[in-house]
């Protein structure tokens, strides 16, 4: 079992619809998670992070974490053709890694 | 100058030569990181240095040799490297050392062809 896990894509959205990005963890241990946006031939750039159950909510993105079922999902709103990217989970473990998931490409179609 | 900055952008070099990657933060951080992001493949870890000490050896070939001379400063020196080396070689640093949990900001990479 991989220790972070996405959907590869790609996820086509309509422009001014919700974009869902998924991934799943395998350390129940797991304090911290981060969602990076890579562009294609750029790097990881950092949009949000969340620490504790529950949403957090930043401008249109919306970042949800349940521990108990070891899931984090970011939720992109009113999703526009610059959102088009590859979304990176990315979590610590308890050995004070962060383990990357393969990303997940979307497509936002005007 | 802000952020985290990766010399040079692209290199091309063949299988005998020797080259070094550099990598500069502005940010202040403890802990710096080199990634190696390969096509389809997620982020790998390679070396982890954390005030300026290195934590962190993902079992990286020793073709690949880091050196960090400060904590603003990592460099990945390499040599004989093979055709499967290509990647986009990342650094990373992170505040407050490694293994607290916090963000790590990227540098733009460097993009390395192997011949």
């Known amino acids: 079992q991989k220790e972070v896990e996405q959907n590869s894509g790609p996820l086509s959205v309509p422009e001014g619809a919700i974009a869902s990005l998924n991934c799943t963890y395998s350390d129940r241990g797991s304090q911290s998670f981060f969602w990076y946006r890579q562009y294609s031939g750029k790097s990881p750039e950092l949009i949000m992070f969340?620490?504790?159950?529950g949403d957090k909510e930043d401008g249109r993105f919306t970042a949800q974490l349940n521990k108990a079922s070891q899931y984090v999902s970011l939720l992109i709103r009113d999703s526009q053709p610059s959102d088009s990217a590859t979304y990176l989970c990315a979590v610590y473990n308890q050995g004070g890694k962060l383990i990357f998931g393969q990303g997940t490409e979307l497509s936002v179609k005007p | 100058e802000t952020g985290v900055t990766q010399t040079p952008r692209h290199l091309v070099m063949g299988m005998t030569n020797k080259k070094s990657l550099k990598c500069e933060q502005h940010l202040g951080h403890n802990a710096m990181y080199w990634y190696k992001q390969s096509a389809k493949k997620p982020l790998e870890l390679m070396f982890v240095y954390n005030f300026k000490e290195q934590t962190e050896n993902n079992s990286v070939p020793s073709r690949f040799s880091p050196e960090c001379p400060n904590s603003s400063h990592l460099f990945l020196h390499l040599h004989t490297l093979q055709p499967e080396d290509s990647a986009l070689y990342l650094c990373a640093s992170s505040p407050r050392g490694a293994s607290s949990n916090q963000p790590q900001h990227f540098g733009d990479g460097t993009r390395l062809s192997i011949l």
């Open positions: 969340i620490y504790s159950n």
